[in-house]
């Protein structure tokens, strides 16, 4: 008898909640009151968060120049190869009717330009941008070497298609002197990319260290001189040519080019008055797109876009008008069923 | 003076077309010249092979199988596309998962071969003893040869086919087990040769000169025929025949038996066990079937997709500046590449950017589901039977959701729906009734004679008869006693001087001689046993007894009380009651010489003896006089009628397939409910189809039944058929091969449908004198029939194998039948009544479990593939992807599978005592109701919609905000890491609406795995990892989190992307609530009633004019057409099982 009871014991199951799926849990249940209660909620954040986001997209001062038409002839006279070292520049004036208080942020903008490839985001090569091998250019065709075989440095096609105009703006005060604006090109990128991401190649100067190399094959001046005011900001770490690193997501996209320094005239921002822009060019006709300059101020929110503040509010209208009509269904299907109960 | 009478016999068989046999020389020994020509025959050894594979072909045909799947054939092409060709995404993200795949299912199908080479190996060397030159030898068994002589004791198991020639006991006979070959636990007598049963000694057995003549091997373990020539001093040989009573099997063991000689005939793969060997057929649910489909549907959409990128990219490159762009140019082995080489290139390209859309996760989840969720049916303690420790079996678990699909239900009756357990209610012998009070010993009590059928008081003679009854009972029958004494110490009890048990395949026989006697000593002088007649030798007159069911014997009665017993037969078969008539004959000697000879010739025939045999015993079994009948009542098993009410009202229709007569089956049917007593009875019987054509029987079925089909088919889906006029069928066996037996002229089909349009429309049907195969049959048909309905068969019995493998799901009752049922089923249970849980309860959430489970992984898919689908139109489909590598290949592996792997398993979307309670919630998920394309394509614009939004909400972010508050920059990544944190939250949280059921598991799964998408994104993007060549993700994540505006877009997309689902389900509820929404809405979150949506009609609450419906029907009166309860020849009816015994009258 012992020896069967055993068995049984062996083989009777174990009564645990999890074994005899009967855990203590707690059902959902979409009651009206709930659901109606959530889809209140929810719209009234999503409409009030959507005016706040309105009115401070509002607040934002904002103003595009563009200036590939303009700039054609000075674009023309580069195209041809034997032009390559004339100066040309264009200047382009505008006139901001109000003033741009606050921080004032200089992009420049690109349309119909893919820095997206494949083969594009591809062509670089990361060791080198680290610093610790200048040699590794592996990834980087059809811009690793150069005809005679000395590896570019920075190689890849990204770092070649470098965007190398040079804007100044320039303040007209009193339709006579323009006054230079002064710009400052620090804090343009992402902190880590300037201190961990990119490391010049330690030696005693720059040009030392990038011996053995060459520069890119579009490229004017080497990368150890691309900043002749401020030594510290060449080679690898040079904050334009670190933004131009991060690849952009679509054809039309803005980089960070200058931040107001505010001082002088412009401590409390760009006064309202006329402005123009001077402009080292840029071969853009060969990509068939588009330049132009963004000035911005900003807020918490963003920029001056109104998507963001729009979609939250039509998302708010859409969810309070699903909510009222849940509530009409609702209380005409309770008043159905008292009527059945009364018959 | 018989045994040549005997040998011209045989020398006529020997005549008779003699093909296909073999010729076995005992020992090896040549027979005397002359006699006949000594021709070796090659024979395979007694090796057995069941292994599938060897060590050295296992990797290649393993593989071959395992890639002959035309998902892992998919995938792998996917992987060897991606090592070829450059593509923007790692060969290991898709390789890593199938390799993972491949080797689990490799390793589990070595471990299970390396299982059966270990179980071949122990079978081929274990020792076998056989005689060499008059000594015993010990050998290995694989060494075997046909013709050796063989020697094995008691409690071994026969090393192959033996013709059984002596054994230890006096008298030749030897007692089997078949346990392991087909389930049978009882103790079987088998016969030794006669001339040879005196050799006792390996000597004698030496000496012994003799060739059998048999037939090659055959599957079927019951027949056997052949001949054994036994060459003495004389040239003459004795030829005796032999049958399957001479022949052990290999895999029965030898019991009560010291030890036995035979010669072995049948070896190796050649036995009658190694012919049964058959292998399951692999059975495949609907869901897996419906999963296939949406996988072509997938494919299509993928190569679509490819084909539509690759064309594009060609039109939009054909200008010259997008083909080649001054900042992006082609290296000089790019430019000279074939234009087509290059398209086919990015076709493929496109392929494996987009292949994650049909995951390999989504197989791996889906086994491991199906693995895991089966042990829920193993655990289950409701399921488990105290009284006989047996809990249910799942030996597969593919088909797990397909128990929530069911709509048929093939069930038997005996031991299914009832108990197997047989209790002897009454006799009644000459119209007097017995009960079994009054009856003591074989005497019945003088005073006590119970209900009395006529008024006359027994007379001397009835005495006789009494008596000639009880002793029929006692002799007819082929139940053994086994003495306990024998069984080792423990379970003997100390004052039971005399227990013993009775162990019979019939249990009928059991119950009957349990009253009869209480003396196993009467049993053992059991003068004779032949078929179901038998002979006996009493007072010096020889009696032959003759039991068996009222339908055979009826017609060979001549004499007796026919009328008044065949009333009462009739009264106790409708009462549900198991009955057996007797009846006897006297001979006189001179005819029983006649009937020794007639038998004797039927059996030594080697070609068509079961057919002769039969015309033999017709021969011998008339004139008989009627002595009485017998009732044995088995009992329904406990809650049988009320699982099957639960059944039916889940809309399942339930069959009943019995070897029973009808009237006995039709009251079982009435005990447990499955008729009720305002089913209309339609009877389809051979009774009838003798007096009518089939044809006119069954249009005029057909009219009844369509007649009210009209009204039917319009209420049919309200779930209140119940009320409703309903019909039940009962049809025979003989009357089911008439409908099945294909025409003269052709027309096959017509018959069959007429037959299924009327078993559509009938609620039960009761199928009675079937045979196993008709059984299957059966469900085949409506297997096949034009819907293609789930079929479930549950049986106890070796008889319903056949109908259990047939079956979509095959259940088996862990039964009295032996244990070949619950072996060869899919799911194996204790008792019919666990049945109503298995498919209402578990069956019912595995079907929802593993839908949502299907759907949701289509779904998620279609959310993580479509953005980076979109994003192709904006890289100058350039086949940039979106998401960075490790999102590529953890996406579907770690941050999104955990949750609907515990979903799968967890979820319950109403409680399991609702689900019990409210059986008609069973319908809603009827006909495959959660996997429609409806639902399908209804999850697929889902995932395109919240990829839409995912994608143009932070493109239009991206597109004209400056997305951070400090001026400075976000790039592709980013755009990426946004799109994909989006998705993850969102695809998540959608899971999180769908769970009703949320325990502490679920809590952790789902919001740890958001958390561990969050950890594991700042670890990614925190560190410089330095096996990583390249570092584009390095601070995304976190320069995302430090923006404003990215939170306010991630927190408006998730809010946009569930906004739809959840109105579309609110809705619908309300409008349109299913049986099952109501419920839950009934239950409420902690069992009260809450006043949510989808009340708008409840069960109780029910509009008037379906109120008017219910109880309308008067209850008509049932419509007897026909009855057929005589049936002519000898069909055996499943309570005389006719054992071929062949023992010589002494």
């Known amino acids: 008898m012992k020896r069967i009871s055993e068995d049984y014991q062996s083989r009777l199951p174990d009564n645990t909640a999890l074994k005899q799926q009967q855990l203590p849990a707690y059902r959902l249940q979409l009651s009206a009151t709930g659901v109606l209660s959530g889809f209140f909620a929810a719209g009234a954040f999503c409409l009030g968060m959507g005016i706040i986001l309105i009115l401070s997209a509002k607040s934002i001062k904002e103003i595009e120049v563009k200036y590939t038409k303009i700039c054609a002839n000075c674009a023309e006279l580069r195209e041809d190869a034997t032009n390559f070292d004339k100066e040309c520049t264009c200047s382009i004036p505008f006139y901001l009717s109000e003033t741009m208080k606050g921080n004032v942020y200089m992009y420049y903008k690109l349309y119909g330009f893919y820095q997206n490839l494949y083969q594009y985001i591809l062509s670089r090569s990361n060791s080198q941008l680290l610093g610790t091998d200048l040699k590794d250019v592996g990834n980087c065709a059809p811009f690793s070497n150069s005809h005679d075989g000395t590896p570019i440095a920075p190689c890849g096609a990204i770092a070649n298609s470098i965007f190398n105009d040079t804007i100044i703006l320039s303040y007209n005060l009193n339709s006579s002197i323009p006054i230079e604006v002064p710009m400052l090109k620090s804090k343009i990128t992402w902190w880590t990319d300037k201190y961990v991401k990119f490391q010049n190649p330690s030696s005693i100067n720059l040009s030392s260290a990038f011996a053995g190399t060459t520069k890119p094959p579009y490229w004017s001046k080497p990368v150890y001189e691309l900043d002749e005011e401020d030594p510290g900001n060449n080679g690898f770490l040079n904050d334009d040519f670190i933004v131009w690193m991060r690849t952009a997501a679509f054809p039309t996209f803005k980089k960070l080019y200058r931040r107001l320094n505010r001082i002088q005239y412009f401590i409390e921002g760009l006064p309202a008055g006329n402005y123009s822009l001077l402009i080292f060019d840029f071969p853009v006709t060969r990509f068939k797109g588009e330049k132009s300059v963004v000035l911005s101020t900003l807020t918490w929110s963003g920029g001056s876009s109104l998507f963001l503040g729009l979609a939250y509010t039509v998302t708010g209208a859409v969810t309070w008008l699903a909510a009222f009509s849940m509530m009409a269904i609702h209380l005409m299907l309770k008043k159905k069923k008292m009527l059945f109960i009364q018959d | ?1146």
């Open chain 2, 1 to 1146: 003076h018989f045994y040549p009478l005997v040998r011209d016999l045989l020398h006529c068989a020997g005549e008779e077309n003699w093909v296909d046999s073999r010729t076995i020389y005992v020992g090896h020994k040549e027979p005397p010249p002359g006699a006949e020509a000594y021709i070796l025959q090659r024979h395979p050894d007694n090796r057995i092979v069941s292994s599938k594979y060897t060590f050295w072909n296992f990797i290649p045909k393993n593989l071959f199988e395992q890639f002959r799947r035309i998902a892992n054939f998919y995938f792998l092409i996917i992987f060897l596309v991606q090592l070829i060709i450059d593509t923007p995404t790692s060969p290991v993200t898709s390789g890593l998962p199938l390799f993972f795949v491949i080797t689990v299912t490799a390793i589990k199908q070595g471990y299970e071969d390396w299982l059966r080479h270990k179980a071949d190996n122990a079978m081929n060397q274990c020792p076998v003893h056989f005689i060499q030159h008059g000594k015993l030898v010990r050998k290995q068994s694989r060494k075997l040869r046909v013709g050796d002589i063989v020697m094995v004791k008691e409690d071994e198991t026969f090393p192959c086919d033996l013709i059984f020639l002596s054994s230890s006991r006096g008298d030749g006979t030897c007692h089997v087990t078949t346990a392991s070959l087909d389930g049978e636990s009882s103790h079987k007598t088998h016969y030794a040769v006669q001339d040879t049963k005196g050799f006792h000694t390996e000597e004698d057995i030496d000496g012994l000169h003799a060739t059998i003549e048999c037939e090659q091997p055959q599957p079927d373990l019951y027949k056997f025929v052949g001949r054994i020539n036994v060459y003495n001093d004389r040239n003459d040989p004795v030829v005796r025949p032999l049958g399957s009573e001479n022949l052990l099997l290999r895999g029965a063991t030898l019991k009560n038996t010291e030890k036995i000689f035979g010669v072995a005939i049948y070896t190796g793969m050649e036995t009658k066990m190694a012919l049964n060997y058959q292998s399951k057929s692999q059975k495949r649910s609907a869901v897996e079937k419906s999963m296939n489909v949406f996988l072509i549907v997938y494919l299509c959409i993928l190569i679509s997709k490819a084909l539509i990128n690759t064309v594009l990219k060609y039109v939009w490159q054909s200008e010259p500046f997008r083909d080649e762009p001054w900042y992006n140019q082609k290296t000089e082995s790019e430019r000279q590449r074939n234009l087509f080489l290059r398209a086919f290139t990015d076709f493929l390209a496109f392929m494996v950017l987009f292949n994650y859309i049909i995951p390999v996760s989504m197989y791996v989840t889906v086994e491991m589901q199906k693995f895991l969720g089966s042990y829920f049916i193993t655990w289950d303690e409701e399921m488990f039977d105290e009284d006989t420790g047996e809990g249910p079996l799942v030996n597969t678990s593919d088909l797990n959701e397909e128990l929530g699909q069911v709509e048929y239900i093939f069930t038997d009756k005996t031991g299914t729906l009832t108990e197997n357990n047989m209790e002897f209610k009454e006799c009644c012998i000459e119209g007097h009734v017995y009960v079994p009070h009054a009856i003591c010993n074989g005497q019945v009590l003088p005073g006590a004679s119970g209900i009395d059928m006529i008024d006359s008081s027994p007379g001397t003679s009835a005495r006789e008869r009494e008596e000639l009854f009880f002793r029929a009972l006692c002799l007819c029958h082929t139940i053994q006693v086994k003495d306990d004494d024998d069984v080792d110490g423990p379970r003997k009890s100390p004052d039971s001087g005399k227990s013993c048990t009775y162990i019979s395949s019939s249990p009928d026989e059991v119950a009957l001689v349990e009253v009869v006697t209480g003396l196993p000593g009467e049993i053992s002088t059991m003068v004779s046993i032949l078929a179901f007649l038998f002979l006996f030798l009493y007072k010096r007159e020889i009696y032959l007894f003759c039991k068996g069911a009222d339908s055979s014997i009826f017609p060979r009665v001549i004499e007796g009380k026919v009328d008044q017993i065949r009333a009462r037969v009739e009264r106790n078969a409708v009462e549900g009651l198991r009955t057996l008539c007797v009846a006897y004959k006297r001979l006189n000697p001179e005819e029983y010489e006649g009937i020794c000879t007639l038998l004797q010739a039927a059996k030594v025939a080697l070609q068509d003896r079961e057919k002769k045999l039969a015309e033999a015993y017709e021969q011998i079994e008339k004139d008989l006089v009627l002595l009485g009948a017998t009732a044995v009542e088995d009992r329904l098993q406990e809650k049988a009628a009320d699982t099957i009410e639960a059944l039916q009202k889940a809309g399942i229709k339930v069959w009943v397939l019995t070897g029973d007569k009808m009237e006995t089956a039709a009251a079982t049917c009435y005990a447990c409910k499955l008729f009720r007593r305002n089913t209309q009875l339609l009877e389809l019987t051979t009774k009838k189809i003798e007096e009518q054509s089939l044809h006119d029987v069954l249009f005029e079925l057909s009219k009844t039944v369509l007649r009210h089909s009209g009204s039917l088919t319009r209420d049919n889906f309200s779930g209140l058929s119940a009320d409703m006029q309903d019909y039940g069928l009962i049809i025979d066996g003989a009357a089911l091969s008439l409908i099945m037996k294909p025409r003269e002229d052709g027309s096959c089909g017509n018959y069959r449908e007429l037959f299924l349009e009327i078993c559509r429309n009938c609620s039960a049907v009761l199928c009675c004198r079937m045979a196993p195969l008709q059984k299957a049959q059966i469900v085949k048909l409506i297997k096949l029939s034009k819907e293609h309905p789930i079929t479930l068969a549950i049986g106890d019995g070796a008889n319903d194998v056949s109908m259990i493998l047939e079956a979509h799901v095959g259940i088996g009752v862990i039964g009295k039948e032996g244990r070949q049922a619950a072996r060869n089923s899919d799911y194996a249970v204790p008792k019919f009544k666990h049945l109503k849980k298995m498919l209402l309860v578990h069956g019912h959430f595995y079907y929802i479990r593993i839908s949502e489970l299907v759907q949701y992984f289509f779904y998620k898919n279609v959310c993580f593939i479509f953005p980076q689908f979109l994003y192709q139109f904006f890289c100058g489909f350039s086949q940039q992807t979106l998401y960075d590598t490790a999102y590529l290949t953890l996406y579907n592996i770690s941050f999104t599978s955990l949750p609907i792997l515990l979903y799968s398993l967890m979820e319950q979307h109403v409680s399991i005592d609702t689900l019990r309670r409210d059986p008609s919630l069973y319908r809603d998920i009827a006909k495959n109701a959660l996997l429609r394309w409806r639902v399908f394509i209804y999850w697929t614009f889902l995932g395109v919609f919240d990829a839409l939004v995912f994608f143009f909400g932070a493109y239009f972010m991206f597109e004209n905000t400056t997305v951070t508050s400090n001026g400075q920059i976000f790039g592709n990544w980013t755009f990426g890491t946004l799109v994909f944190t989006v998705m993850v939250f969102t695809v998540t949280l959608k899971l999180a609406l769908d769970t009703h059921y949320w325990t502490w598991i679920n809590h952790f799964v789902i919001w740890g795995s958001l958390l561990f998408y969050i950890v594991f994104s700042l670890l990614w993007g925190g560190i410089i990892w330095p096996f990583l060549n390249y570092q584009r993700m390095y601070y995304v994540f976190i320069q995302m989190l430090s923006s404003g505006p990215a939170w306010l877009v991630i927190i408006l997309l998730i809010t946009v992307s569930l906004l739809p689902d959840v109105l579309k389900k609110v809705l619908c509820r309300q409008l349109w609530p299913s049986a099952t929404e109501r419920v839950q809405v009934q239950a409420g979150p902690r069992g009260r009633v809450s006043s949510g949506f989808g009340r708008a009609v409840t069960c109780a609450e029910r509009p008037p004019w379906l109120t008017n419906s219910s109880r309308c029907h008067s209850e008509l009166p049932r419509t007897t057409l026909g009855c057929s309860c005589s049936q002519g020849g000898h069909t055996p009816s499943p309570l005389t099982p006719r054992s071929r015994g062949g023992a010589e009258p002494s």
